[in-house]
């Protein structure tokens, strides 16, 4: 795999997710359905004002592309950016149900069925192919989530809601082409906007009051929200889906490391086998791009 620009940028998204707890689970005391409604306006907002009166140059360019598309190239976009709006909407809710409800080993989980889900689902519907290397990269990591699920069996269909939403989301965003791909994300963060806002009235709880909580939704808005999701559909310009899910495995791996170091959440040595051959994995997965690298570099 030739190193580029834009598997440093899908690598560091997925750094950048890894903290996400850190900013979460302080959030714990509050429902899991106000988080979402607070988190997903307040990056509404941020997006439709930059979108609108920071890049009008690039949303007037984009517009114009848009309409000259041929039709069915511009039904495509459309669904696939409205449907990647619903996807988002589903996986925020879940996983900070999962996190602030049931663990944070147990939203890291869904996280590790993810990539498998999405270099399958890429394989069959993008037509992605994989080498020898990389599907022995596809069975250590099935093999791990074997080993995790025999005390987690509850959480497992959880996880698997969690993982399949934001699986989708990567190989239907794969496919979305032919528009900016902030302007991309703006419409889809705008759309769950809009699919949340008749929910708010009734199944919101009481206006939060505290500067803490405006803080933190800030922070997850901007830090672990806009910024990494941009970084993932930029890089998928360059990377494909399935080398994407692979290094999603990134940002458990440092979620186990949180809950273990910070949180103190109890770990057993299953937990540590399985979490291992999830490392050794991604380094299989990649082997071309590691490998092959410092091979050239001994030539």
């Not at 889900?117 to 099935?142: G, N, P």
């Not at 009235?201 to 901007?222: D, V």
């Not at 040595?269 to 990649?286: C, G, R």
């Amino acid at each position: 795999m030739k190193f580029s620009k834009y598997y440093l940028i899908a690598f560091l998204s997925f750094v950048i997710w890894g903290f996400f707890s850190l900013a979460l689970k302080p959030l714990h005391d509050y429902p899991s359905l106000d988080i979402l409604f607070y988190r997903v306006f307040m990056c509404a907002v941020i997006m439709a004002v930059i979108s609108l009166f920071v890049r009008v140059k690039v949303l007037k360019e984009n517009v114009k592309k848009f309409k000259e598309m041929p039709a069915a190239q511009r039904k495509q976009v459309a669904l696939l950016t409205l449907a990647g709006g619903m996807l988002l909407t589903a996986n925020w809710f879940f996983f900070i149900y999962v996190m602030n409800h049931i663990s944070v080993k147990a939203a890291s989980f869904a996280y590790l069925v993810c990539p498998i889900m999405t270099t399958v689902i890429a394989y069959f519907v993008l037509d992605e192919k994989l080498s020898k290397w990389q599907w022995t990269a596809v069975l250590m990591s099935v093999v791990s989530c074997m080993l995790l699920s025999f005390n987690n069996i509850a959480d497992i269909a959880y996880s698997l809601i969690v993982a399949a939403s934001y699986a989708f989301y990567l190989v239907s965003q794969r496919k979305n082409a032919g528009l900016d791909k902030f302007l991309v994300l703006t419409v889809q963060i705008l759309f769950s906007a809009l699919i949340l806002l008749p929910f708010y009235p009734k199944y919101s709880a009481a206006l939060p009051s505290e500067f803490s909580f405006y803080a933190l939704i800030s922070l997850i808005a901007i830090v672990f929200t806009i910024l990494p999701l941009f970084m993932n559909l930029y890089a998928l310009q360059g990377v494909t889906s399935s080398t994407m899910g692979i290094l999603l495995y990134i940002n458990p791996l440092m979620n186990f490391a949180i809950a273990l170091l910070y949180f103190n959440e109890q770990i057993n040595s299953i937990q540590i086998i399985a979490y291992s051959l999830i490392l050794i994995s991604i380094v299989v997965f990649n082997e071309r791009f590691i490998f092959g690298r410092r091979r050239a570099a001994l030539i």
